[in-house]
């Protein structure tokens, strides 16, 4: 069997930054500071640094959220320095209903020898459970509007420094203009209270990593095509191919122009080898989408494997003529039919 292409789709890359907190072994050792005096300074300067450029990210999303946010119905799972991406995954996905708890998901994110947690892990894991795993655009309006829409979001913040990290995974809950904080399902706390500005700084030394956790078939509020697809190739990737077909099937309806969401839902059906059943996908997309070869190509595959050679060729030549940048792949399909054929 063939793998059918994905057209304009990117390989899935890694979510969120380089440096976490599981490349180290532990808790690093800060370097010597110099005298007090001296010292003082240097603190100094990496906090103003780290406040550097929050003050408008601040304003503007105070003047946007006048009311209060706050989710509810959202577990909590107590860890220990270590079980923080554990316990915030176990968190998120309770909300969405999965019995599962952090020994649940310890053996599939937690690393020993790096004593945490990656992020690709973490949304490779929720992925694994039928998820749609997204990660948010790095801003605190994009996070403040999950809250809004009554999700809660995933965060890595560094509660230490830049040059000392101390890399953590908290859940955020809640969001009080009043009082200038957000509330976080974070360690043995369950109501984390702490100020905006103090959680922007920790969390800005991740580059605002954030993540939803949907169930498929829903979008986040503020979502981008690109990456929208890129997490339900993670779904598919994961072996959930009905969970990718409906978040597919969502993608259609938010962008009805997009050739990748009608290719990516008759995909999931090839990959369960339903061959009818993708062919007829194909071709709907065909006739959507005319002058797209993927489209073409991937139809001649799922024909092909009924046993319509015919009609498969046919499909795979069109592909040719319209030409791209897989057109070296559409003729070794081409050679793979003409061995079908017991002409090679």
């Known amino acids: 069997m063939s793998i059918p292409l994905r057209g304009r789709h990117r390989t899935a890359r890694a979510d969120g930054v380089a440096g976490i907190r599981p490349q180290h072994s532990g808790p690093a050792s800060p370097a010597p500071l110099p005298r007090a005096a001296a010292g003082a300074v240097l603190v100094l300067a990496v906090w103003l640094a780290g406040c550097a450029g929050i003050g408008p990210e601040l ?7 006048e009311q209060p946010l706050a989710v509810g119905d959202v577990p909590f799972h107590p860890d220990d320095a270590y079980y923080c991406g554990p316990a915030a995954l176990a968190t ?11 020994d649940d998901l310890a053996p599939h994110i937690y690393a020993p020898d790096r004593h945490g947690s990656l992020q690709t892990e973490v949304a490779a894991a929720a992925r694994m459970h039928g998820r749609l795993a997204y990660t948010l655009d790095p801003s605190l309006d994009s996070l403040l509007a999950e809250l809004a829409a009554g999700r809660p979001v995933l965060v890595l913040q560094n509660l230490g420094l830049s040059w000392a990290p101390s890399w953590h995974y908290a859940v955020v809950v809640g969001y009080s203009p009043a009082e200038g904080d957000v509330t976080l399902r974070s360690g043995d706390r369950r109501e984390h209270r702490t100020r905006l500005s103090v959680f922007m700084r920790t969390w800005r030394r991740s580059d605002q990593w954030a993540l939803v956790v949907l169930p498929p078939g829903e ?4 979502v981008d095509a690109g990456r929208y697809s890129r997490a339900v190739v993670g779904l598919e990737r994961a072996g959930r191919q009905t969970a990718a077909r409906e978040a597919w099937r969502a993608g259609q309806q938010r962008w009805p122009d997009d050739a990748t969401q009608v290719l990516g839902e008759a995909n999931t059906y090839y ?10 996908a194909y071709r709907r997309g065909v006739t959507r989408f005319p002058e ?16 319509d050679t015919a009609q498969a060729r046919a499909a795979i030549e069109t592909a040719v003529e319209l030409g791209g940048p897989f057109v070296p792949q559409f003729h070794a399909t081409l050679q793979r039919l003409d061995c079908t054929n017991n002409r090679c």
């Open 59 to 65: 304003r503007e999303a105070q003047e946007r959220w």
């Open 271 to 280: 990959r369960e080898e339903r061959w009818a059943e993708a062919a007829e």
């Open 92 to 102: 998120v996905l309770g909300w969405d209903g999965a019995d599962l708890t952090p």
């Open 219 to 222: 979008l986040p509020v503020a």
């Open 292 to 307: 797209h070869p993927v489209m073409h190509h991937n139809l001649g595959l799922a024909l092909l494997e009924t046993g």
